[in-house]
């Protein structure tokens, strides 16, 4: 069972949208510090802010670990064991076998310990500028696909919207946006040009224009000429969406949300990424 005070915390952070691992101790065998059940919080920084997994003979394979699975996203095994056993099993320190990473135990004890390792990560955030119909398609089917989604529009537009995480009055993304998120402008000829600049100045994966490349174009020059960077005016993707021969306003928004899957899923930034910090 987590601890009151851990639970907390697990929500605090979820609802901060920070990353952060959970480490459970799942088997002991002979003397160790922690026993099965023990639990802690690992932030990205490889910070333990709560909980307890034992001493130093596992608390730096499972940081480690916790950094890595944070970073990738997928879960780890770690198993810490004395040498001896280690040479038992013909393996080494560092190295994995059937989804087992190990680890050798340098302390007296002389125990063996098993340690399950989750990454807890935050949903993708989408942010919408602009209430344009592929944008409120958009919403409807990125929150279907478990993105979290921030719609920044005139607040006279939000009625458009259905409901969404957050609604936001202007082009300028929130204090809920966490600067790593996937950004569509979708205003299609009410406030390009504003919203434009408000995505060009946020820090994301990726940022696209609901558009025609003619219309792109004649706002990069537009930007350039109010003294814009030229390598993020070049950076942000139109028309959005893979060329899938989308017509409707709900297939331009499935086109959209198809090339921003394959974004995050395939690492793909080289084309698609602009981070943009002040």
Known sequence: MI????????????????????ATVVR???????????????????????GWIGGGCARGAVLRAARDAIKDGEPRL????????LDQLGVAAGEAREGIEFAKNMCP?????DIFVEPVLPHPQIVILGSSPVGVA????????????????PASDHADYGEVDVLADGFEPPGQYGGAGFIVV??????????????????SAYVAFVGSRKKAEALRQELAQI???????????????????????????FSILAEIIEARRRGHRSELQVAVKE
Do not use: H, Y
């Not at 601890?3 to 959970?22: I, Q, Y």
């Not at 003397?31 to 990205?44: P, Y």
């Not at 770690?78 to 056993?85: G, H, M, R, Y």
């Not at 958009?138 to 529009?153: E, K, N, P, S, Y």
């Open 78 to 85: 770690i198993s810490v064991q004395p040498k001896d056993l």
């Open 227 to 253: 003294g814009f960077d030229a390598e993020r005016l070049k950076a942000f993707k139109a028309p959005a969406g893979l060329d899938i021969g989308a017509i409707t306003p709900d297939e331009i928004a």
């Open 138 to 153: 958009l919403a409807d089917l990125a929150q279907r696909f478990g993105f979290f989604v921030i719609v920044c529009a």
């Open 109 to 113: 004890s002389r125990g063996t310990m």
């Open 3 to 22: 601890r009151t005070d851990l639970l907390e915390l697990v929500s605090n952070l979820r609802a901060k949208g920070e990353p952060f691992a959970l």
């Open 186 to 203: 979708a205003t299609q000829g009410k406030g390009d040009s504003a919203a434009l600049k408000a995505a060009l100045k946020a820090s």
């Open 28 to 50: 002991t065998v002979a003397a160790t510090a922690a026993k099965a059940g023990a639990k802690a919080i690992i932030r990205d920084d490889g910070v333990i802010s709560a």
